[in-house]
């Protein structure tokens, strides 16, 4: 008979218990010094291992033979647990016995010392289902239980359990499976079942599975039934989801308003028979992403690969803030509106784009809010006699390299790398303090400027009112150097509120060292 590999893996021991520690060591502890408490309230989202550290608990508490705070699983008592045979460990589920009838049954029971076992334990799951009256019920043998009584509750809400309930009960936190925790495990099973899972497979899922144990080996498990090796393409087309790419692609489509290719993505997800919902999800998810890069730059609170947290990277400059906040507001009302009338979903997806494009088709206070924070850029250019620079999505980058012209005007000044480390110590240069939200804001008006301005760096002159840009290389040099690019830089140095002017120079140098390098080899 067939067994559910959640089931088939479920830990058996404290140590195999994944991402849970901080819980494990202290109840191996207890066990170990002979000092389990009589109470015990697991709480936590599911599939984090609250039902199997509460087996594990009572196993350990009646084990014949213990080893360091983990139970055997050798002697009569294990076996007789492991097997449901055992009639002294009680497992409930409190979502079918909500009634105080039942908890009065329970509580007259705890009076009789157990059949076979040390101790009698109740695992009582889904705890917060239960009835006031039922909680009142159990009060007091909760408070002071026989001494061969053992009570676990396990809840996924525990704000719904009564404080008087609480107080009674040693309060463990399970906390949410690392991706890292859960790509480990989900590999480990593979290769023990002669499953082919990928790394990026493993990744996706263990994403998907949002820090539950239990959810991602499901999941895998519904992956491995098409007999092929499990990587991200084919997770993606099981589970509906849409690829880190394919959010990237979109984000794009709505900052150069291209509304055929957005018609097109939603048009094939209906053919393909996939859930418009799903998808909105999945952007809802990026946005969150593209709002936390954006903020405070942070990859740790991101569950992303190098190879995603770098194209985030390159989407986001194309959104301010203003912008994302409007965009996610649309999101999560289109979100609600399609799981009231999920008739209409089609329609709502397509106009929720169409207004992400255009915040002047929307009069929200979001939409409001993204039309000024690009009105306040262009307010800044004209309070400092700045020429407005084109729209972003006008700019033809590849015919910007290719610029003849731009290349004759290119000019920058050569320095010698000691020169450069010496003048950066006087007191009279300083370096520009906000110079990676300046090349974001460049990124804006030309993503091939941004990289080039990823490796340089950018110092004051406050006597001669000159902004030095210098770099080691001089194809980025001589790219730079170019009147447009210099505009964008100096724009861009505006908006981000540089004390600049309309006379502040922008100064290209070229740190060379003694040893000269080929630019190919630079570049490379």
């Not at 009960?169 to 990928?198: N, P, V």
């Amino acid at each position: 008979m067939h067994q559910a590999l959640y089931r088939k893996y479920r830990p058996i021991v404290f140590d195999d218990v994944s991402g849970q520690e901080h819980i494990t060591s202290i109840l191996k502890h207890e066990a170990l010094n002979n000092s389990v408490s009589h109470a015990y309230l697991f709480a936590g989202s599911r599939g984090t291992g609250k039902t199997t550290c509460a087996k594990i608990l009572a196993k350990v508490v009646n084990c014949l033979s213990p080893t360091n705070g983990n139970p055997c699983n050798e002697c009569a008592n294990c076996k007789a647990i492991d097997s449901g045979n055992a009639t002294d460990v009680i497992e409930m589920d409190a979502a079918t016995n909500t009634g105080v009838d039942y908890i009065r049954d329970l509580r007259d029971n705890v009076m009789y010392t157990p059949a076979m076992l040390k101790k009698r334990v109740y695992i009582i799951d889904e705890a917060h289902m239960l009835s006031d009256s039922a909680f009142n019920a159990l009060l007091k043998t909760i408070e002071e239980p026989p001494e061969h009584v053992l009570y676990i509750f396990a809840t996924t809400e525990p704000h719904k359990i009564p404080a008087t309930i609480i107080s009674r009960c040693q309060r463990f936190e399970f906390r949410r499976i690392s991706m890292q925790e859960l790509s480990k495990r989900l590999l480990f099973i593979a290769q023990s079942e002669g499953i082919t899972l990928e790394s990026d497979g493993a990744t996706l899922i263990a994403k998907n599975a949002q820090g539950g144990m239990r959810d991602a080996i499901s999941l895998m498990e519904l992956c491995a039934g098409s007999h092929k090796p499990i990587n991200a393409e084919l997770v993606n087309e099981i589970l509906g989801t849409s690829s880190y790419d394919k959010m990237c692609d979109v984000a794009r489509y709505i900052a150069s308003k291209n509304y055929s290719k957005l018609f097109e993505t939603i048009n094939n997800i209906v053919v393909s028979s996939k859930d418009v919902l799903v998808f909105f999800s999945d952007l809802t998810s990026f946005y969150r992403d593209m709002l936390v890069q954006k903020s405070c730059v942070g990859a740790k609170y991101l569950d992303l690969i190098p190879q995603e947290y770098k194209l985030l990277e390159e989407v986001t400059s194309l959104f301010d803030m203003g912008t994302l906040l409007y965009h996610s507001r649309l999101l999560d009302d289109a979100y609600l509106n399609m799981m009231r009338n999920p008739t209409n979903k089609r329609l709502c997806a397509e106009i929720t784009l169409m207004k992400m494009c255009d915040p002047k088709l929307s009069v929200s206070n979001d939409a409001l809010l993204a039309r000024i924070s690009v009105l306040e850029d262009k307010l800044r250019l004209i309070s400092k006699g700045v020429a407005l620079s084109p729209d972003v999505s006008s700019v033809d980058t590849q015919g910007d390299i290719d610029d003849k012209s731009s290349k004759k005007s290119s000019s920058f000044t050569e320095v010698q790398e000691e020169a450069v480390s010496e003048s950066v110590q006087s007191d009279t240069i300083r370096k520009v303090e906000n110079w990676s939200d300046i090349i974001v804001k460049v990124g804006e008006y030309d993503q091939a400027v941004e990289s080039f301005l990823k490796n340089c760096e950018c110092y004051y002159i406050p006597k001669e009112n000159k902004y030095n840009i210098v770099t080691s290389n001089k194809l980025m040099a001589t790219m730079l150097s170019s009147d447009r690019n210099k505009k964008y830089i100096l724009d861009s140095m505006i908006c981000c509120d540089v004390d600049i002017d309309s006379l502040s120079q922008i100064n290209i140098i070229l740190k060379t060292a003694k040893e000269a390098v080929s630019d190919l080899d630079e570049f490379i």
